[in-house]
């Protein structure tokens, strides 16, 4: 029993004597979003040698140009366009590209007021995070643009020369690329709601035709009104939904406090 009580009070103890001044705390910050600004200007520097702004406007563009008329481009209708288009693709490419970095200088800057058992958890959801937005994007560029675009194609009456303006193409494929990407991190979500006692894993299966109507509405709001994109981003959610509901239980047992565990090891020996 006093074994028990020792290792409980190390556990609450583990962060005394940790805590650093506010002054402190702010030049940390600092250094971080520094460290994530040079991180920023690497990718940036890197990706404009190669492929450069008119390599990524071209790749971005491959989707809708497997569709349109042989020989046909993207039009520049502002003035501007020409420029701060591809400067504006190179810069949000440069974010995703960098987006393991910042989500590290993320993690320097919160791990140390964190305790061992929820730093288990922290790193590998933020990973796995940076991995299913990848994946997301990845799943918008090679797929869902295309069908989309095959899909919207065939309702282009013959009179019409279909010739999107490239400023209103790259904002459009843009706010797809966020919303997959967001949609994408229904899994940590579960787990986090699940290892945080906000919902047990029973709920969520109960609640599993709810979510499906709550996926295809989110859907709905953030895909364009064409029912392609709309079962592209739905379809998947719900799938990532059962992902998440199955990872939560090995996720929720890994991180446990050590409190929890002996708990748990206890409740078991009684059983």
Known sequence: MADSDNKNKDAEDELAGTEQPFVQHLVELRDRLLYCVYGLVV????LAIWPGPAGLIDLIAMPIQAHMPPGAKLIAVGVF??????????????????LPWLMYQAWMFVAPGLYSHEKKFALPLILFGSLLAYV??????????????????????????ATPDISSYVEAILSLYIAFGVAFQVPIVVMLLVRFEMVTIEKLRS?????????????????????VSQLALAVPMCLLYEVGIIGARYFANGTRKPSEEEESADSSASS
């Open 207 to 227: 609640f599993r035709g709810y979510f499906i109507v709550v996926a295809f509405v989110i859907a709905a709001v953030l895909t364009p009104p064409d029912v």
């Open 81 to 98: 366009s020409p420029f701060f288009v591809p400067l504006k693709v190179l810069m949000m490419t440069a974010v995703l590209l960098a």
């Open 136 to 161: 997301g994007i990845a799943f918008v560029q090679f797929f869902v643009l295309d069908k989309m675009f095959g899909f919207i194609q065939k309702f282009t009456p013959p009179s019409v020369n």
């Open 43 to 46: 990718a940036g520097v890197l």
